[in-house]
């Protein structure tokens, strides 16, 4: 037999190893392996575990009719291999290959030698236009557009009466019960409900997603919102950017589509720099910043985790992550700022809260963007945002932080974004408005110590060389 080894790709259309499994002689078998190593690690959630378990559910409602399903396995990549390659007569594995953190690249690396001793070949594919083993981004562009305008892959199944044995290796829910049930404020998982979110962005929401893409609250609505669904791989790169532009409503509200269809770009781009270097998840991408010296004050930490910083908009946007999982990117921005550059925290000391939090969390984004943010890799433009000023511009009928904040509702739009400037006449009646925090750090946001460490270490001769060498393998090689 074949074996389909499903990663960050749980769907059934525009899927190349499941094309190619299907076209061979041998009958095959869908795998995902839950490896205990690597949900325990400290980047994963629950959450992300609900949306993975549940979009198989969907692969396999949608394969019932084939007789197919995914066997989900609970060990090491490693050791699942091992067992099914000696248990059965194995020829190939299938799978997309993984821009993933160390860790997954490192089992990555000892699923192939157990592969290569049991003489088993491992087809990977490219993935998103994403390459292996490059060293600058020659070509790359060009790669990019032949790979988002080729054709999808037409996936038919055929009926099948093989299956493997129960093994030892084999996932039961009572292994993580609190599986059973899906948290409804959570995005539904699976591929079916991928397809509802594309089709209703492309027909209604997606008109106003430039106008509105900013606004913490409106975004939620005109935003594509499928960054989970291509997290996860419950859709394809190409199959959302072309629908979208084949679409009737693309011509009519070009703009508005064009802006989106460059962030599928952006997308890959960014999972091409943590393809490059995954060691991105541990260190500044520009070494030179290894040299700032933070405050790293745990209690300011523990307020900004809980949303408990005193800011309205930082805290809103914290609480609403921790209570769904989804931010626009200028609320995401915002948050790795205010940590960075107001409350002087190392990037590291929140990027795994944040992981953890994104129901979307895709490392090749993560890890890159959140050095971005937090102004360490020397070649983008240090961004410091004034929290009080994106709450006012952002958030103007304070719509979205009366909904998070509920010991604000009660106060005027027009004074909600500073609650210390409150007088004892405006509290009179307004109980619920005293339990808020109080802000964590002085209102004026006046201390400058990162950014002045920032900006001396730009004009570094060291940072400036490390800038030039980043540049040269992700961006353009003169
Ligand atoms: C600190 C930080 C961490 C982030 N971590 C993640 C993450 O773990 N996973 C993730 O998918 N996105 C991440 N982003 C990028 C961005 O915020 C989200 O992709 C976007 O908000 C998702 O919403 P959407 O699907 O409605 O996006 P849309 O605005 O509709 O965009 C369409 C798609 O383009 C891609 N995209 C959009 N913006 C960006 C961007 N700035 N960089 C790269 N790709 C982009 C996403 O795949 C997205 O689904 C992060 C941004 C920041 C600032």
């Given at each position: 037999m074949n074996i389909v080894w499903l990663k960050r790709d749980i769907?059934?259309?525009?899927?190349e190893p499941l094309f190619w499994a299907e076209n061979q002689k041998e009958d095959y078998i869908i795998i995902y392996i839950l490896e205990p190593k690597l949900i325990s690690h400290?980047?994963?959630?629950i959450r992300h575990l609900h949306f993975i378990y549940n979009s198989i559910l969907d692969v396999n409602n949608e394969l019932k009719k084939f007789n197919r399903q995914v066997n989900i396995f609970f060990a090491s990549g490693e050791n699942v291999f091992n067992y099914l390659t000696t248990k059965y007569q194995v020829s190939n594995v299938f799978s997309y290959k993984e821009s993933g953190v160390n860790l997954s690249w490192q089992r990555d690396k000892k699923v192939l030698k157990t592969l290569n001793k049991n003489r088993v070949k491992w087809k990977q594919f490219d993935n998103q236009g994403v390459l292996r083993?490059?060293?600058?981004?020659?070509g790359w562009d060009k790669n990019w557009f032949s790979y988002i305008n080729s054709s999808v892959v037409k996936n038919k199944f055929s009926k099948t009466s093989f299956k493997i044995e129960k093994s030892m290796y084999d996932f039961t829910i009572e292994k993580i019960p609190e599986l059973k049930i899906y948290p409804k404020e959570f995005q539904p998982a699976g591929q079916e409900f991928a397809i509802k979110y594309l089709n209703s962005f492309i027909n209604e929401?997606?008109?106003?997603y430039g106008k509105n893409i900013s606004y913490p609250e409106k975004s939620r609505i005109s935003?594509?919102?499928l960054s989970t669904y291509l997290s996860w791989g419950n859709l394809s790169l190409r199959y959302v950017y072309q629908l979208v532009k084949k679409s009737g409503t693309y011509k009519f509200h070009k703009r508005s589509f064009d802006t989106f269809l460059a962030r599928l770009k952006w997308r890959s781009h960014f999972i091409q720099k943590f393809e490059v270097d995954c060691s991105y998840e541990f260190n500044c991408?520009?070494?030179?910043?290894?040299k700032m010296i933070y405050e790293n004050n745990d209690e300011y930490l523990d307020k900004w985790k809980k949303g408990e910083t005193g800011f309205p908009i930082v805290d809103a946007s914290m609480r609403c992550l921790i209570n769904n999982g989804w931010l626009n990117f200028r609320m995401r921005a915002m948050l790795v700022s205010f940590l960075c550059?107001?409350?002087?925290?190392?990037?590291r000391r929140g990027v795994y809260h944040m992981a953890k939090l994104?129901?979307?969390?895709e490392p090749g984004i993560h890890y890159t963007q959140f050095q971005m943010q937090a102004g360490v890799t020397g070649i983008n433009s240090i961004r410091i945002y004034n929290p009080i000023k994106q709450s006012i511009e952002k958030d103007p009928d304070a719509t979205f932080i009366k909904k998070w904040i509920p010991e604000l509702k009660e106060v005027p739009k027009e004074l909600?974004?500073?609650?210390?400037?409150?007088s004892q006449i405006d509290l009179i009646?307004?109980?619920?408005?005293?339990k808020y925090a109080k802000?964590?750090?002085?209102?004026?946001?006046?201390?400058n110590k990162t950014k002045n460490q920032l900006w001396q270490l730009r004009r570094n001769i060291f940072v400036k060389r490390e800038s030039s060498k980043i540049l040269r393998i992700h961006v353009r090689p003169k």
């Open positions: 769907r059934t259309i525009d899927h400290t980047d994963t959630s083993g490059i060293k600058d981004r020659v929401r997606g008109k106003n935003c594509g919102r991408i520009n070494s030179g910043y290894e550059h107001h409350l002087h925290q190392d990037w994104f129901l979307d969390y909600i974004h500073k609650p210390w400037e409150l009646d307004k109980n619920e408005v005293k802000p964590v750090v002085d209102v004026k946001l006046n201390n």
